[in-house]
Each structure stands twice: as C-alpha cells, then as structure tokens.
C-alpha cells in the first residue's frame, strides 16, 4: 500500500463541531494532575515544585518519580491534612513556613510551583493569594506560581496544561510588532534541539519554548507572537496566550513524517517563508522519517488499535497510525474533547473512525474485550487485567516520557507499538 503523500498545506478543518464523538460519564481510571511534576520538574531545570497535599500525593509523587531521584529531588509535598477547617489561618502560616525554609535550605530555586491537590483542607486554601504574597515577599530572587494538580480538576496531562498556564499568564508584554514564534508543550530537550534547528534553516525566529529549560527565561508574549502548540494537552494554556492577543497556528501535532510536515509548514507559512526553500530545508529529514516508517508498516499495517481515554495523545497518535503506518484505530477515547484546539487532528483522522469523550470504564472495557484489538493503549491499572485476558498493551503514560515528536523520532514512535506485537507474536510461538 502506498504512503500517503505529505499534503501541501494542511486540510481545511471545517467547522468544529462537524465530527460526531460518543460521550460518556461514569468511573474514570486515570492518574491526577501532580503526575506531571515527574517530566516538568527535569525539563524546567531551577524549577521547585511544592504539593500542598496529603500523605496520598506524597505517596503518589514518590514512588512514581522514586527510580529518577539521583540527587536531591526538585519536588516534595507538604502534608496539609488533619485540620479542621478553623485551622485555615494556621494552614496559610504553616505554608509561608515551609516555604521559607525551602528557599533557604535551596537557594538554587528561581521559580516555585505551589500545586494544590484533591483534599478538602487544601481547597479551601486560596493558593492562588498565598502565590502571590510569598512572592512579593521573596522577590526578586524566586517567583512563585499556583495551579491545581487535583485527580477531581484534572488528569495526569492536564496538570502540565495548569503549570503551563499559570506561567503564559505572567510572561512579559511583548509590543505588538515584535513578531516570534512560541512553541507550548514540554518537550524532550533532544526534540527542542532538532525543531531550533529547522527553524533556523528555514528563517523562522525568534523561536521560544514554553516551558523553557531555564526558569529565568520567560519569553514575550503579546499580539505579534504566533504559537504552534506541540502537545494535544495544552488547551488551557493557548487559552490564556489567545487572551494576550497571541495567535494560534492551526495544525496537526508533530506526530509522524506528514505531522511533523503540516507542523512546521504551519510556522512557516505564517512567517512568509518560501515553499521552496521550506521543501530543501525539511526533504532530506522527512525522507528519512518516511523510510525508517516503511520497515514499520510492514509489521503495523492492518493491526487494529483501540485507545482508553488516558493521555489526550490518543487522537493525534491515531490519526498518525492510521495515515503513516495503515493501522485501524477501532475506538479512539479521550479523556476531554477540545474540538478547536484538536481540529486539524480531527480533519485527518479517518471518517469512520469511532471517537469517545469522558470515560465509563467498565462499559469501555466491555466494547474492548469484545472486539478483540491487536494492540491497546490504556493506563497503568488497566494494562494487567487487559494482558491477563489474552490482550496485548501499551502503557500511554510511555508515550508521554518518550520522546516522540519530529522526523528523528518517527519511527521511534512506531516502534512503540510494533515491539509489544512482537513480543507477544514470540510467546505464542
Ligand atoms: S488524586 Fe488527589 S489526593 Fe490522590 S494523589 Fe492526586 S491530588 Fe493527591
């Protein structure tokens, strides 16, 4: 079967609202926002992140991020519980306490997350009012933000969305005419270093990242920036960047050869940049991607896919396998459905292609077991029962550590899913 060609600009979305989506509201099986502290706190490298939370977040945070401690963490929690709600004043004297006592013991520290959790102590705190006292108290040496990394607000992705926003809201005024480009989504620092790279062949710049490495940095943000937004879970943020008078690119994520293609076309067109000269600086990159996925299609092609609401990767990963490696996605869930933020990806994806919001887990183990996938992307508490009844897996959260984005990474992101086919092909022999 023959690889689609790269398109030469990305397709006319539609109206948003076009694509029908199954909607379902029951019991959810995925982890909390505070999850995401795992990869934010190693990409933004003089970042602190305090949980305001119970003996459960620290639990939480501690043995998923315990095998990655090698020298002292960048993260801990704060144990707010116990408490009767009179205690609140103390709750806000306990917090500068043990903020205060951070700072000295880490002087290292230049930007400071306060993240709120699920407890009902913790909610009543206003993080948000005790961010901005401590940081007037301790500027200019450390800034101090909020967000909330609540399992009931949020899901593991979406806590990165609620750090990402709570920094674009107090990025510096850019004036109207300084033009840039910011990139939001966290991304691994060898996947920033190649995107830096293509966008300086092609002219494009300046070129920031949110989030940057560097805490220091905060890039300008105002009505001259355009930003292409390189994760699916980030709604939230461009939201608040839009609110600044910044504009979105529309584009599919840089997933796959052709993703990674109408990705950066979208950069470029909006920065006027030659089509001919955008096909000399991305052909060589993007025949490599093309070819390294074609040894993967021989082993994907025709395999069927089903996806649990997990990561909010679930529908750009779809629309990559189906387009770039011939996979059937059977059920394509997501925990939320931003129709705008995901139109480009929607426009793409295949027209019968069934797409679920909002979980009902028992119902989608249900449509799952029945119709009998080759492989399933699903969390960590579903893999084992779903591999206990014959079913094979991949862990989503694996494609959240993983980088996966861009040409270099296509057929990384491909080998994903061919090596548990694989493995599983080898026990049965
Ligand atoms: S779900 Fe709530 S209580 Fe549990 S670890 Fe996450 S934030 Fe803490």
């Not at 913790?122 to 609540?150: E, M």
């Not at 593991?156 to 674009?168: V, Y």
């Not at 399933?376 to 084992?384: E, F, P, Q």
Request: proline content about 7%; charged content about 20%; some cysteine.
């Amino acid at each position: 079967m023959n690889v689609p060609a790269p398109l030469a600009c990305a397709p006319d979305p539609g109206p948003p609202a076009a694509r029908p989506a199954g909607r379902e509201r029951g019991q959810r099986q995925v982890f909390c926002g505070l999850t995401s502290i795992i990869w934010l706190h190693r990409k933004i490298q003089d970042a602190f992140f305090l949980v305001i939370g119970s003996r459960t977040c620290a639990h939480l945070i501690q043995s998923a991020a315990g095998v990655m401690i090698f020298a002292e963490p960048r993260f801990a929690t704060a144990i707010i519980e116990d408490r009767d709600l009179a205690g609140l004043a103390d709750a806000q004297q306990e917090l500068d306490r043990v903020v205060t006592q951070l700072l000295e013991r880490r002087p290292d520290i230049r930007l400071l997350f306060l993240v709120g959790s699920c407890p009902s102590e913790v909610i009543k705190l206003d993080l948000a009012r005790a961010a901005a006292r401590l940081s007037q108290h301790h500027f200019p040496r450390v800034r101090i933000l909020s967000y909330s990394g609540s399992g009931i607000e949020t899901t593991f992705t979406e806590g990165e969305d609620a750090c990402l926003a709570a920094l674009a809201a107090c990025l510096p005024d850019a004036a109207a005419h300084e033009r840039s480009l910011l990139v939001v989504g966290a991304l691994a620092d060898v996947v920033e270093d190649q995107l830096r790279r293509l966008f300086d062949e092609l002219g494009i710049g300046p070129v920031n990242f949110l989030p940057s490495r560097d805490a220091g940095h905060l890039p300008a943000a105002g009505a001259g920036t355009m930003f292409l937004a390189a994760q699916p879970y980030t709604a939230e943020v461009s939201r608040v960047l839009r609110d600044r008078g910044a504009r979105q690119l529309a584009a599919p994520f840089p997933l796959g050869a052709e993703g990674t293609t109408l990705w950066l076309q979208a950069a470029a067109n909006a920065f006027g940049i030659d089509p001919l000269h955008f096909e000399r600086v991305t052909a060589a990159a993007r025949a490599r991607a093309t070819g390294a996925l074609q040894a993967q299609r021989e082993l994907l092609e025709g395999k069927r896919i089903f996806f649990f609401p997990d990561s909010h990767l679930e529908i750009p990963l779809a629309r990559m396998l189906a387009r770039e490696l011939h996979m059937i996605p059977t059920e394509v869930g997501t925990p939320l459905l931003h129709r705008q933020h995901l139109a480009a990806e929607l426009a793409l994806l295949p027209p019968h292609t069934a797409v679920t919001e909002g979980q009902h887990v028992e119902q989608q183990l249900e449509r799952c077991r029945a119709s009998r996938p080759d492989i399933t992307v699903c969390g960590l508490g579903l893999a084992n029962p779903l591999e206990a009844a014959g079913l094979t897996t991949k862990w989503s959260i694996e494609l959240v550590f993983t980088p996966i984005q861009g040409y270099e990474q296509a057929a990384d992101l491909a080998a994903l899913f061919s090596r548990p086919l694989d493995r599983r092909t080898r026990l049965r022999c």
